[in-house]
């Protein structure tokens, strides 16, 4: 069991820690780039609406 700590006082965890399988995460440059290229290529305005007040991005 596993002790936590807040603010000075001790708490016991209850339950054990759930066994998780990992997932490795990659990063590619290239699909990164090339999506921003088509966001930055495209000439759309984003169009926002906060408490009934429209702006543009």
Same mark, same amino acid.
């Given at each position: 069991?596993?002790? +936590?700590? #807040?603010? !000075?006082? *001790? #708490? ?9 399988? +990992?997932?490795? +995460?990659? #990063?590619?440059?290239?699909v #990164? ?9 495209? *000439?759309?305005?984003?169009? +926002? *609406?906060?408490? !009934? ?5």
């Open positions: 069991m596993t002790t +936590l700590t #807040y603010r !000075g006082k *001790n #708490y016991v965890q209850n339950k054990e820690a759930a066994k998780k399988q +990992l997932v490795e +995460l990659t #990063y590619r440059r290239n #990164y780039t090339n999506r921003m290229d088509d966001v930055s290529s495209s *000439n759309e305005k984003a169009e +926002l *609406n906060y408490r !009934g007040v429209n702006y543009t991005k």
